[in-house]
């Protein structure tokens, strides 16, 4: 048997093509495997022979979806029991009177904040939560409740100023927090805006971060004492992240102000004196009145005249 020539040069390519190939069957093999699992989506061929292994890492991460901030078209109010767009029958001067009033009423008390359900105004969390990294470290930070410290009211009778501290935690630590400065907005029916220039946090041991919020108002409930709207809260220094969605604000007391029905408090009775003065003197069984022409009745007490002989 004839024994063929050795190419050395030969085995190489063949090495090389095999070294290829299988190299080329794992990566088409990871690629079916992965647009399976991403539900077969559309595949950019062009990026994944250039960068496969990075377009891998892009298609198995997960992004979650949040609520936009978005300024709602027609802002709810409700009372009486009635709820209602506003702009179908109340003015501007209106809401920002029953706002007024509603913080007034609620001034150095805590208010609840909630996760809610931007259709059915009903709360779905007992606070609001948001992805943040402190440092190096990824965290979420909470907020359930903010005490409004003080309500004053600002120039142009369309603005309110707040003093709000707002309760706020991160992996189990409650960090120190400076009141927020707070402005809130009634430019018209249909805006009405809650916002801040922020306010400092120490939640690391060097440097201060800043704490950003703005609440979009769109629904306004002055028989419980509800506010409803999209918010965005942004962290920026050692601290930084934030989030979007829809939350409530729960106050403990709602928009009314005390009964106007006012009571005609009960007189006074009227102290007994004797004859001097020409005043009236009452005996065991016989009633005397004064010279001056007084009123027939007196606290339900009738009185006689003196017959003179």
Known sequence: MKSLPYDEDRLIIYKDKNI?????SRILG???????L?????????????????WAKGQTQTTVATAPLQPSSSIVVCRAKQCAPAKLSMSRE????SLLQLFDN??????????????????LENYVTLP?????TPAYMYIDSVKITDVLVGKGNNQINLILNYNLTYNGQSPDCAPSKSLLFARNVNHILLEDSGYSCKMTSVGHTTVKTVFAIDYIDLDYGF??????IGLSGPAYGGGNGYMLLRLPKDAYPLSPQLTNP???AQPQRGRSGNQAYTGSSTFYQSSDNESSTTSGVQIFPLERK
């Open 30 to 36: 990871l690629a079916a495997t992965i647009s399976i």
């Open 20 to 24: 290829v190939s299988g190299k080329l």
């Open 132 to 136: 943040i990294t402190v440092g190096i």
């Open 266 to 268: 009960k007189p006074a």
């Open 106 to 123: 609620n001034n150095r008390q805590k208010a609840l904040i909630c996760q809610a359900d931007p259709g059915s105004h009903v709360c």
């Open 227 to 232: 506010i409803g709207g999209f918010y965005s």
């Open 38 to 54: 991403s539900g077969c989506q559309a595949v950019n061929l062009q990026e994944f022979f250039s960068n496969p292994v990075g």
């Open 94 to 97: 209106y809401i920002y009177n």
